[in-house]
Structures are given as structure tokens and as C-alpha cells.
């Protein structure tokens, strides 16, 4: 399934899944968001598959946001289906419930 992104209530939803062929522009798309606003919330909940490369791309906007002062939650822990890549990355401790 196509990546699909909605914005409901402040939170930034995935839908489908998120590979390699997808991670710079979404990168590029949510640090952005992150220079405009101070508050960021994805949602990783309902996406099928996550490749190691978007986890990593993960880490890196969670850090960014960090050294910005400003507050970014991944929404995933209990997506069981995209565990692996986050595990594999050692970035288990971004995903939160």
C-alpha cells in the first residue's frame, strides 16, 4: 500500500508502508513541520512496514527537534509490524504508546 499521510487533531498519521524510496522526502516534509511548529506528533500506528532507513530518519528528526527545543512524539510502540527496523536501529526508546 501508497504512504499516505493525514493531519487529525494535531497528530500526523502514516498509513501504508515507509521504505527507503520514501524517507527523504518525508524527512525533508516533517522537519519542515518541525521548523514551523513547536510540537510534533506521528503516528506510526497504522503503517504496515518500516525499513531500517526510516527509522533512522526517525532518530534524526527526533534529535534535530531536540537541539531546536522543541517536542517531537513517534506514536508506535504497539505496532508489533514495525518493531524489527526500530529493534535492528537500537531506536526502540523513540516509539512511544
Not at 516533517?30 to 514551523?36: A, D, E, S
Not at 503516528?43 to 512496514?49: A, E, I, N, R, V
Given at each position: 500500500m501508497a504512504l499516505q499521510i493525514n493531519k487529525q487533531?494535531?497528530?500526523?498519521?502514516?498509513?501504508?508502508?515507509?521504505?527507503?524510496?520514501?524517507?527523504?522526502?518525508?524527512?525533508?516534509?516533517?522537519?519542515?513541520?518541525?521548523?514551523?511548529?513547536n510540537e510534533l506528533i506521528i503516528?506510526?500506528?497504522?503503517?504496515?512496514?518500516v525499513d531500517i532507513s526510516a527509522a533512522l530518519m526517525f532518530k534524526q528528526l527526533f534529535s534535530q527537534a531536540a537541539m531546536r527545543n522543541k517536542k517531537c512524539t513517534i506514536r508506535g510502540l504497539k505496532n508489533h509490524k514495525i518493531h524489527g527496523a526500530f529493534r535492528h536501529t537500537e531506536q526502540m526508546h523513540v516509539l512511544s504508546a
Open positions: 487533531n494535531k497528530i500526523y498519521e502514516l498509513n501504508g508502508s515507509l521504505t527507503a524510496d520514501q524517507v527523504f522526502e518525508l524527512g525533508r516534509f516533517f522537519n519542515l513541520k518541525l521548523h514551523l511548529e503516528s506510526l500506528k497504522k503503517l504496515d512496514t
